[in-house]
């Protein structure tokens, strides 16, 4: 499934330097092809949000229509300036595997191999990270108007180490937004910015402040990503 081509030792070492990368051509182009397709017309998408206060995702097949949908962005919004809020469509593959939701999607066989013996040596190897031990993964989807707000990631109970983010969306403008942009704690700035480029890996050590800039109404197409952590059975 990955790329044979990779250049694990430079991106390694990036990787090291400065804490965060973006691998390009990560997947074998077959795959980001079936993966990208399956996103795009089979996904059985949830909405994950905040509008309430609370995080929450709508059940299974009772996704918003869209007036509903626009209602809870606007309430999102008038929150945004004191409270932590996001908006995006998910579909839980660690839960879908334990449920045996959908069996027949592409995305099982993701989660499936990043948990293989060969794949978890490689995230090791990459994140010089011996402590890695299994990973985590959902699908994603920013339509336009969604967005993440800044966070951190960190969650000592359940390992994270590192966050990844597989980007499945084709010809992705810049002025289409959506981009991981990374914040220096001090000051507020904005140190780096990844555009979701197709068939790339965004790849983070945890902590590391960080968001998902709103997806502008003119874009043409949703973002769709597979994302998730790895993570070390037992923090230090």
């Known amino acids: 499934m990955i790329n044979d081509d990779i250049d694990i030792d430079r991106w390694r070492q990036a990787l090291a330097l400065r804490s965060r990368v973006q691998i390009p051509d990560f997947l074998q182009a077959d795959a980001a092809e079936a993966l990208a397709d399956e996103l795009s017309t089979r ?3 949830q ?6 206060g609370e995080s929450r995702t709508t059940p299974r097949g009772a996704y918003p229509d869209d007036v509903a949908f626009e209602t809870l962005l606007k309430r999102g919004y008038a929150l945004a300036a ?5 908006s995006y469509d998910s579909y839980m593959l660690i839960r879908a595997a334990k449920e045996g939701w959908d069996p027949d999607l592409l995305a099982h066989h993701v989660l499936r191999f990043l948990n293989t013996p060969m794949f978890l040596e490689f995230a090791r190897y990459l ?7 299994h990973a985590s993964a959902q699908c994603t989807r920013y339509r336009p108007g969604q967005f993440l707000m800044p966070h951190q990631d960190l969650d000592v109970n359940e390992g ?4 990844f983010v597989i980007n499945l969306s084709r010809e992705w403008r810049p002025d289409w937004g959506g981009q991981l942009q990374f914040i220096d704690d001090a000051t507020g700035a904005v140190t780096e910015t990844f555009l979701p480029r197709w068939n790339s890996l965004s ?5 590391q402040t960080h968001h998902v800039t709103l997806v502008s109404p003119w874009a043409a197409r949703p973002r769709h990503a597979i994302t998730g952590w790895w993570l070390a059975r037992s923090a230090p």
């Open 127 to 133: 994140g010089s990270d011996p402590t890695i031990t």
């Open 43 to 45: 996904t059985p998408w």
């Open 160 to 163: 994270r180490r590192y966050a």
């Open 203 to 207: 790849l983070f050590r945890v902590p």
């Open 82 to 86: 004191d409270q932590y809020q996001f």
């Open 47 to 52: 909405l994950a949000e905040r509008s309430s």
